[in-house]
């Protein structure tokens, strides 16, 4: 027998295991007979034995074989991977009758919510949201806003100094978000309504106190405005956040930005809080006419009134909470409270 017949005879011998091969089988039966060395192309070895005459005759017949092989194999190969994929979906196969697994949807952080809040309310009472760096000059921390050089503010254990340069080129972590009002007067012309939120830091800590903590900010530049736009723009903001009913003081205070100044606070059981006495929640008062100047404004021509609110101690208020630094502790236990916030 030659060698084309012993190939053919050996292939025509395997058809029947073929048939049942798993895929191994047939990546072994693959390089047995097509591979670079398998027998098919050993095959072609045996030309320069044969007449002029033979060569076409055998070539054709070798090349003959090899398709069939090919094919056969190819066939055999797209069966048993369709056969595994139908095998694999079967196992795999959902079903839809079954109640589904449920995940806990997030929710807003109790501050976020009230930060969002608060920005739709003053945005829809015509503010513009501004912003200033959490990292700041001491001059627009300090300086611009009339605070003096020997105020115990800016003694190191009420502030963050991240360098002590000599004049005003210290940098701070910013301790009020007060700073955004000499940026925002250099970079606008009055009149404007701004309103900033952000962190701000200091190195106080205690069950009301955090040495981080969000403030909400504003300030309003025009002509001929006076102490009562402002009451009248806090009574706004407090009402709609805690009823109708939230009762609101004020009581006459210093801060070196603004005179007149004041301290708002609102009574607890006005706003649903289970105990008695008044919680501060901010500062403000008409700008003072140094902090016009240093932000190149004539004091002459424009008045204005500016109010900060710590919203942490807001957010204290508006849920009942007896400890700020929960708020940032990060405890889920505590979080999963206000999973209604949307």
């Not at 011998?13 to 027998?39: C, Q, Y």
């Not at 190819?74 to 009758?97: F, H, N, Y």
Request: net charge negative; aromatic share 8%; with cysteine.
């Amino acid at each position: 027998m030659n060698p084309l017949d012993e190939v053919r005879s050996s292939w025509a011998s395997l058809a029947s295991e073929i048939n049942a091969a798993d895929e191994t089988k047939l990546v072994e039966l693959r390089s047995r007979f097509l591979g670079k060395k398998g027998e098919i192309p050993g095959l072609m070895r045996h030309l320069g034995s044969l007449s002029a005459d033979e060569k076409p005759v055998y070539g054709a017949a070798v090349q003959a074989l090899r398709q069939e092989v090919e094919s056969t194999l190819d066939r055999l190969q797209e069966q048993l991977r369709s056969a595994a994929l139908k095998a694999r979906l079967e196992s795999e196969r959902l079903d839809l009758t079954l109640p589904g697994d449920r995940s806990e949807a997030g929710t807003l952080h109790p501050l976020v919510a009230l930060r969002d809040e608060i920005l739709d309310l003053f945005t829809g009472m015509g503010f513009e949201i501004a912003d200033a760096p959490e990292i700041d000059t001491e001059w627009f921390n300090f300086s611009a806003l009339n605070v003096a050089d020997d105020h115990p503010a800016r003694d190191m254990q009420d502030t963050f100094f991240l360098s002590r340069e000599r004049g005003e080129d210290s940098l701070v972590l910013r301790t009020h978000t007060s700073n955004y009002q000499p940026h925002a007067m250099r970079d606008r012309k009055p009149p404007f309504r701004l309103l900033s939120c952000g962190q701000v830091y200091r190195c106080d800590s205690d069950a009301t106190h955090s040495p981080v903590f969000t403030q909400v900010e504003g300030l309003v530049l025009d002509k001929g405005i006076s102490f009562s736009h402002l009451k009248a723009t806090i009574y706004t903001m407090v009402r709609a956040l805690y009823g109708e009913g939230a009762v609101l003081r004020f009581r006459p205070s210093f801060f070196p930005f603004t005179e007149p100044s004041a301290e708002m606070d609102v009574d607890c059981r006005s706003v649903g809080l289970d105990r008695d006495g008044w919680m501060e929640i901010g500062g403000c008062g008409m700008v003072h006419p140094n902090v016009l100047t240093n932000s190149g404004v004539d004091p002459e021509e424009f008045q204005g009134f500016a109010f900060g609110f710590g919203l942490d101690r807001m957010a204290m208020l508006r849920h009942g909470i007896k400890d700020i630094g929960l708020l940032t502790a990060g405890d889920m236990r505590f979080l999963r409270q206000f999973k209604g916030l949307a």
